[in-house]
């Protein structure tokens, strides 16, 4: 490895033994061996990546079985109406979206102990769920969960930013992310078993303790394993752990403040943003409205109650390999705006099947259409995040750029929680129609913000000279703005 000695490499003070000064250099040229950063990245896949997804699936377990609970009883034992169930799910998303900026927290205490914290209190307010007696506790038990989530849901995508490289981070992001179809396929199917449960409690009473206790459990191992960053993980040794922050290709020098309010105030302002949550938007509204109404949908096609819960699971196992196959595609060719357009508009095939076939002759290819839209939403969803995330100068940048996108995104959550209303069973024919609408702005939005960053890379080579985009940028200062900074389109 060749490295500047003047540098100053984010989230590396507390390497024992190593001197990192400072640099006016607007590029650096680090040279680290292919083999050496397979094998760092190999390590960081093995020991990272796993206890994040796994954490992820327990989040996704913990607020998306209301759905899975309702149809097992939940509604009906506490006497809920339309009304009253709306409210149920919006309690959630409302304290989900008001602390989503809670991802920047992740930059302000350290992440095992952070998150560990998070584990316990999630945990606990998820297996309360299973002891609620009427609508006011279900709806506190339901905020409680919106408050401690949201910093996980949020900042997990983020934390990966910190360790890998922009062209490594559209796969494990995915990954991360495809944990919720996962976690919706693997609910479905403990769903299928729980609800046949006849003894002692309430079904979904059993659903709510069952999937609770891991989380409040996992805690313990989470403490003791999740790195606080790249340049203090335990399982790299010093070596190891300078070249896991000197193969990065941004260099930060303010990350040592923890959280550069300049850069957040850019984050604030910068149009791209803004483009990016409007596409969470789109893509957020089929996220929460599937997990919630996805079993409802299929029993209406004339399933009973237990086999629509074993139904759900092949469509969402289906975009979890969607979502792999996205993430290959853009990461080795880039373009991730068209991987999004291109899985949005599958999405968009699949709802308007839904808006279209209503036979019950023809429950099949509505299912197909399930299978569609599940299939294109949810990787379009994952590939937007990383796509955020690729460009942005300077993590307080990239934390500010996720919140927007959390904070305003999320908003489609309310949305679709009251546009499936059991008085428009059984085709639910308005929840899928706007669900059609907002998918095929997704498609507009990717493919005009994919040209609008290919004309400003070009501008910027004319002026400045070619740049790769994979060279260490110092965005101390002018952030993605540098002159050796080049977007991902």
């Known amino acids: 490895m060749t490295l500047d000695k003047n540098i100053d490499f984010p989230h590396c003070q507390h390497i024992e033994g190593v001197d990192l000064g400072r640099t006016n250099d607007r590029a650096t040229q680090i040279s680290i061996s292919k083999e050496r950063q397979r094998l760092i990245v190999r390590k960081l896949d093995r020991r990272l990546l796993p206890l994040l997804c796994t954490l992820y699936i327990f989040s996704y377990l913990d607020h998306g079985n209301i759905g899975n609970a309702k149809i097992a009883g939940l509604q009906d034992s506490l006497h809920l109406d339309d009304g009253q169930w709306s409210w149920v799910l919006n309690s959630f998303y409302l304290c989900y979206t008001v602390f989503e900026w809670t991802n920047l927290l992740w930059r302000l205490f350290p992440a095992h102990r952070y998150v560990a914290a998070l584990c316990i209190c999630w945990g606990t307010a998820a297996m309360c769920s299973g002891a609620v007696r009427n609508l006011a506790e279900l709806i506190v038990c339901r905020c409680l969960l919106g408050v401690f989530e949201a910093s996980f849901g949020a900042g997990a995508p983020y934390f990966l930013s910190f360790f890998y490289q922009r062209h490594e981070l559209g796969l494990r992001v995915s990954v991360l992310l495809g944990m919720s179809p996962i976690a919706n396929c693997f609910a479905s199917a403990l769903a299928y078993g729980i609800t046949r449960i006849r003894e002692g409690l309430e079904p979904w009473q059993y659903l709510f303790l069952i999937e609770g206790a891991p989380t409040f459990l996992i805690s313990v191992v989470v403490y003791s394993f999740l790195p606080d960053s790249p340049g203090t993980a335990p399982f790299l040794d010093q070596a190891e752990r300078l070249d896991a922050v000197a193969r990065l290709t941004t260099v930060d020098r303010t990350a040592k403040d923890r959280v550069h309010w300049k850069q957040v105030g850019h984050g604030l302002l910068d149009y791209k943003n803004y483009v990016h949550m409007m596409i969470h938007f789109g893509c957020n509204y089929s996220f929460a409205g599937l997990s919630n109404f996805l079993p409802t949908l299929i029993e209406e096609m004339g399933y009973t109650s237990v086999h629509a819960q074993g139904l759900t699971a092949p469509p969402y196992l289906g975009s979890f390999f969607c979502c792999l196959a996205a993430a290959f595609v853009s990461d080795r060719w880039g373009k991730r705006g068209f991987v999004v357009a291109t899985c949005s508009l599958i999405g968009l095939a699949g709802y308007l099947i839904l808006v279209c076939v209503h036979d019950p002759h023809h429950n099949d290819v509505r299912y197909a259409g399930i299978w569609l839209a599940t299939c294109g939403v949810f990787p379009s969803m994952a590939i937007n995040i990383t796509w955020l995330l690729n460009n942005q100068g300077g993590d307080s940048k990239r934390g500010a750029g996720m919140a927007v996108l959390a904070i305003f995104g999320q908003c489609s959550s309310f949305v679709s929680s009251s546009l499936f209303p059991a008085t428009n069973?059984?085709?639910?024919?308005?929840?899928?129609?706007?669900?059609?609408?907002?998918?095929?702005?997704?498609?507009?939005?990717?493919?005009?913000?994919?040209?609008?960053?290919?004309?400003?890379?070009?501008?910027?080579?004319?002026?400045?000279?070619?740049?790769?985009?994979?060279?260490?940028?110092?965005?101390?200062?002018?952030?993605?703005?540098?002159?050796?900074?080049r977007y991902m389109t």
């Open 425 to 485: 069973a059984p085709n639910y024919t308005r929840g899928c129609a706007a669900g059609a609408a907002l998918t095929g702005m997704v498609v507009v939005l990717a493919v005009v913000l994919h040209c609008t960053l290919t004309l400003e890379n070009r501008s910027r080579d004319r002026l400045y000279g070619w740049a790769s985009g994979e060279e260490a940028v110092d965005v101390t200062d002018a952030g993605d703005n540098d002159s050796h900074f």
